[in-house]
């Protein structure tokens, strides 16, 4: 069907050969777009348009050359990249047809053809999914099979895609090395000079902070205008140098 596609250009001096021997000419190739049930759209791209094929066929080798799992077993099949299920199927005689698909024509400005409505429950499965937790498909199915819990149904338990589950299992990349810290108290200290909304009982509006990195110890000067910063830090500097018999070597600020 040539106004399937998307992106389309002739084609011309291949052919494919069928199992019965008989050769087909290709004419033309390019991309299709699908809907998937739950309203993503999938782009296939080296689609070959073949006029004289009874059937649309998805080849399993060009999938896995594009990183794409298939597996099967007597009764359906899935597609997946890595723990994300693209696609699914059922078995239709000695063939497998892929479900909850329809066909984004280019000539008729989007509107669904063609491909047959899948008939499984996967609206109903991703309901549950997302009610229980969002649980895997296998947990999913066990609760159905075992009627753990009142009010499942006995259905398909493929939701298929689930933008949830793929971002809140994504892990953050680690940062490369990590900051010295301090080998002994005073060696770094850290300070910051923040601003209070409400006036305290004494007329401040502002606190300077002092933390050492090595103890984790705060000290806090309440502050009525920020230009006491630097008499409250040499207040604090006597102070610990007094107590600890050691000079601060850095303070680190955020040039406020």
């Known amino acids: 069907h040539k106004e399937w596609f998307c992106q389309y ?4 001096g291949c052919s494919v050969y069928l199992g019965n021997g008989e050769v087909l000419t290709i004419v033309g190739r390019g991309k299709v777009k699908l809907r998937m049930k739950n309203g993503m759209v999938k782009t296939l791209p080296g689609v070959m348009h ?15 050359d594009a990183g794409i799992i298939f597996s099967c077993d007597k009764d359906s099949c899935k597609m ?12 239709r005689g000695t063939l497998y047809e892929l479900l909850g698909s329809t066909v984004i024509p280019q000539a008729s ?12 429950d996967t609206s109903v499965a991703m309901l549950w999914h997302q009610r ?3 649980i895997g498909e296998k947990g999913l199915s066990t609760i159905s099979t075992k009627k753990l819990v009142e009010g499942v149904p006995e259905c398909s338990m493929g939701f298929g895609f689930c933008e949830h589950c793929l971002y809140g299992k994504q892990n953050r990349v ?9 080998t002994a108290i005073l060696d770094l200290i850290y300070s910051d000079v923040c601003e209070s909304p409400e006036e305290s009982l004494g007329g401040s509006r502002y606190f300077v902070s002092f933390i050492d990195d090595y103890s984790r110890h705060a000290w806090i000067y309440f502050l009525k205008r920020k230009s006491e910063v630097i008499n409250k830090f040499r207040e604090f500097n006597a102070l610990v140098e007094n ?5 601060i070597k850095v303070l680190r600020t955020d040039n406020g």
């Open 243 to 247: 107590q600890f018999d050691r000079r």
């Open 80 to 91: 997946s990249r890595g723990s994300m299920v693209i696609a699914r199927g059922a078995r």
């Open 109 to 120: 400005g989007g509107a669904l053809v063609s491909e047959k409505e899948s008939t499984d």
């Open 174 to 182: 680690k940062f490369k090395g990590e900051g010295n810290r301090a």
């Open 9 to 12: 250009e002739k084609y011309d």
């Open 50 to 64: 073949i006029p004289g094929l009874s059937r649309n066929l998805i080849s399993v080798g060009v999938m896995a």
């Open 132 to 134: 229980l937790g969002h």
